[in-house]
């Protein structure tokens, strides 16, 4: 937020104070807010790729990535380009996602560079049973996607996510500020 | 990694080969390789990163980040702006994380726009106790960082962590291609 300090003279007086913009002025948008034809493309994404994961369609999937796309999962696996990723997300989804679902509750975007954009992504996760055995319950997860805009649009170029741990949560001193 | 395959004709018999490349072609650069010397820049933040974190100096970690970046941890908190991110860090610093250390065992960067570069630290981060009374034992994490270059230089726009989960981590799609 820009707060301008401005000098009113009024009959020879000087004062010193916070000027309001002019009535009419038009909204200046953040520096980091997306123009909207981008923000809706972004938001597209995200919203194809919980359509692609759904629906398990693994060919609708591999389109929403740079072909040097990277991805981090909530467990720490590394897949490096798009070969890879689809790889992790065929075999998963012929297994222990063949069933599974998710809903994206909330997502927040921002540009960070001409063409370059982030979006931070809060789901409700089905529980699952994992390929070692163990059963992840439901849980929120937050999915950072990062996304360029080149000749086809805007891909996505990397992405990570982690679960909510909901007992730490609430021990996160932001929230604590907020109160 | 491009692989050629040529025809090769000798005394009239064609054979089909691995063809090694003229020997002082220029090496061909990938796509979305760093210039070196940003290259450099992005490592000394991931580095600076870790130094400062180490030492618990706040006002360095706070020079690395950009005035609105973002960051999910790796239990899910996600905090918007600096100033959140170094309330958050503040606080842990001064409780659970105030003996704490973290080593940094591997870093991977590359270019996804001009000006705009992922680094994928994996580290070695000791154990401690959650604010929860959890006790989180030593492990190793893995981090993406998005940095864009300005005026200052580089600087960290955005970052999420993920512990990497050594039990599912054997179960890795893409590990088991790779055998």
Not at 100 to 110: F, I, K, L, M, Q
Not at 113 to 133: I, L, N, Q, S
Request: hydrophobic share 40%; glycine share 6%; charged share 25%.
């Amino acid at each position: 937020m820009t707060v301008l300090v401005s000098m009113i003279t009024i009959s020879g007086l000087t004062a010193v104070g916070w000027a309001q913009p002019p009535k009419h002025e038009p909204v200046k948008a953040s520096t980091n807010e997306l123009p909207r034809e981008d923000d809706q493309a972004v938001r597209n994404i995200v919203a194809g790729y919980e359509k692609a994961w759904n629906a398990h369609d693994m060919p609708a999937l591999a389109k929403l990535f740079c072909e040097d796309a990277q991805w981090v999962n909530k467990v720490g696996m590394y897949w490096r380009g798009r070969d890879e990723i689809m790889v992790a997300h065929t075999a998963f989804h012929e297994t222990i996602f063949k069933n599974h679902s998710y809903r994206t509750d909330a997502v927040e975007t921002r540009a960070i560079a001409p063409g370059v954009a982030v979006a931070v992504a809060t789901e409700t996760f089905d529980g699952f049973k994992a390929p070692d055995g163990r059963d992840w319950p439901k849980a929120r997860n937050r999915l950072s996607y990062v996304l360029v805009k080149g000749p086809d649009g805007w891909k996505i170029a990397h992405g990570q996510n982690a679960e909510v741990d909901e007992v730490a949560a609430k021990h996160d001193p932001v929230k604590k500020e907020r109160k």
